[in-house]
């Protein structure tokens, strides 16, 4: 199956800080989904982007699908960053499944 | 809009008693529905899925079940629990039909089998 690789696995910033996620995967896709898991586990939706790259306020992202990559930027970060966040991608093959990489854990120190 | 519901909200079960829990969308119709399984650490796995009532898919074979009585309501089951049934639960919706369309995940059940 494809395989999803999130790097780095762990991060620690200040307060203000930019930060840049990356999620590698190993076969073609036509869904890429990145999610923020928040302490109480919720996964809400940052982005839906299988290629292109769109911005929401302080975060951005940016697939290459035909490299096989994403990555996921955050400026000015804030303490309310903090938590998990996860790539996840649905292959071309007809699979419902979303496969998720092993997240990236970010904290945000004042 | 929509939102989709999951109770209960935390869950603590002997091992060999049953399990049901409920996930109900609101605000779409015929969604596809989707049981993950989020265990110690950090990866998600698909459990199960339907593309419409009565029908089901199982991604990994274990001794859960999951079933679709109406078109939002999605519930997941098992006869006797497992210690490794123990986990974070999430129930996801997507828009019916499509594949690979973006999917939105329940506020999930913390189930601890003791």
């Known amino acids: 199956g494809i395989q999803v690789e999130q790097s780095p696995p762990d991060l620690i910033l200040q307060e203000g800080a930019n930060s840049t996620l990356r999620c590698n995967f190993s076969d073609s896709v036509n869904n890429l989904q990145w999610f923020h898991q928040n302490p109480w586990g919720q996964l809400i939706n940052l982005f839906y982007?299988?290629?292109g790259t769109k911005q929401n306020g302080r975060l951005s992202a940016t697939t290459v699908a035909t490299e096989r990559y994403s990555l996921l930027y955050i400026s000015s970060s804030q303490t309310t960053d903090s938590g998990v966040y996860f790539c996840a991608v649905v292959t071309r093959a007809g699979s419902y499944q979303l496969t998720f990489g092993k997240g990236t854990k970010l904290s945000v120190i004042p | 809009s929509q939102t989709i519901h999951q109770w209960p909200a935390t869950l603590v079960q002997p091992v060999g008693s049953p399990l049901s829990l409920e996930c109900t969308v609101e605000g779409t119709s015929n969604p596809n529905l989707y049981w993950y399984r989020q265990a110690a650490g950090r990866g998600l796995q698909l459990l199960f899925y339907?593309?419409?009532?009565?029908?089901i898919s199982s991604e990994v074979p274990q001794n859960l079940s999951a079933s679709r009585p109406q078109d939002r309501q999605f519930i997941l089951s098992s006869k006797k629990l497992l210690l490794s049934d123990s986990g974070f639960y999430l129930c996801a919706w997507s828009v019916r039909g499509l594949v690979g369309y973006e999917q939105y995940f329940g506020p999930g059940t913390r189930l601890t089998v003791t």
């Open positions: 339907s593309v419409g009532i009565g029908q």
């Open positions: 982007i299988p290629s």
